[in-house]
T-cell receptor, first 110, second 115 residues
Framework: DAKTTQPTSMDCAEGRAANLPCNHS???????VYWYRQIHSQGPQYIIH???NNETNEMASLIITEDRKSSTLILPHATLRDTAVYYC???????????FGSGTQLTVLP | AAGVIQSPRHLIKEKRETATLKCYPI?????VYWYQQGPGQDPQFLIS???????DKGSIPDRFSAQQFSDYHSELNMSSLELGDSALYFC??????????????FGPGTRLLVL
């Protein structure tokens, strides 16, 4: 699976949009981009995933660049409960394991 | 919606003891994964099972074994426990989605402390 690179930490004001970037320049054509988050010591929580097209669900939006070398997770109206470590993972459809990198610590400030 | 259930949620053991962690996947999910997260570390994949057969193996110590039962629940057996086994242990489950891609859903974890 392709290596992903994320900023170590980010801050966001409560109520504002949080934009979390992820670089995956070596991603292959059959690899999806998955986003999970982990709120302190809780189980990782699935957020969203995509292959080529932008995706949106009740939690977030995922914007993938046309060349698929990077993506951005958008939390439209961040709340204090969104404070967590966010993981961007590139994974092929046949893979049986998630490889967690360092992730981005997002802190939502009041 | 039903989620992954793990038991116990907390476990304290002495060195050289054994421990058994249990995982009950989301109903109709046929694949189970185990991950270990040490203090200050990111989750690391240990092992996975699909339809009761081991499908992938990660950095699981030889002292650990696991299996998946006919009702799809899984147990992680840990023997000769060491201080370094103190960690959060997460179970995740999945079922083939559209096109065969599988999204993993995690349980709340078992916190193991080895004294």
């Amino acid at each position: 699976d392709a290596k992903t690179t994320q900023p170590t930490s980010m801050d966001c004001a409560e109520g504002r949009a949080a934009n979390l970037p992820c670089n995956h320049s070596t991603i292959s054509g059959n690899e999806y981009v998955y986003w999970y988050r982990q709120i302190h010591s809780q189980g990782p929580q699935y957020i969203i995933h995509g292959l080529k097209n932008n995706e949106t669900n009740e939690m977030a939006s995922l914007i993938i660049t046309e060349d698929r070398k990077s993506s951005t997770l958008i939390l439209p109206h961040a709340t204090l409960r969104d404070t967590a470590v966010y993981y961007c993972i590139a994974i092929s459809g046949s893979a049986r394991q998630l490889t967690f990198g360092s992730g981005t610590q997002l802190t939502v400030l009041p | 919606a039903a989620g992954v259930i793990q038991s116990p949620r907390h476990l304290i053991k002495e060195k050289r003891e054994t421990a058994t962690l249990k995982c009950y996947p989301i109903p109709r999910h046929d694949t189970v994964y185990w991950y270990q997260q040490g203090p200050g570390q990111d989750p690391q994949f240990l092992i996975s099972f699909y339809e009761k057969m081991q499908s992938d193996k990660g950095s699981i110590p030889d002292r650990f074994s696991a299996q998946q039962f006919s009702d799809y629940h899984s147990e992680l057996n840990m023997s000769s426990l060491e201080l370094g086994d103190s960690a959060l242990y997460f179970c995740a489950s999945s079922s083939p989605g559209q096109g065969g891609w599988e999204t993993q859903y995690f349980g709340p974890g078992t916190r193991l402390l080895v004294l």
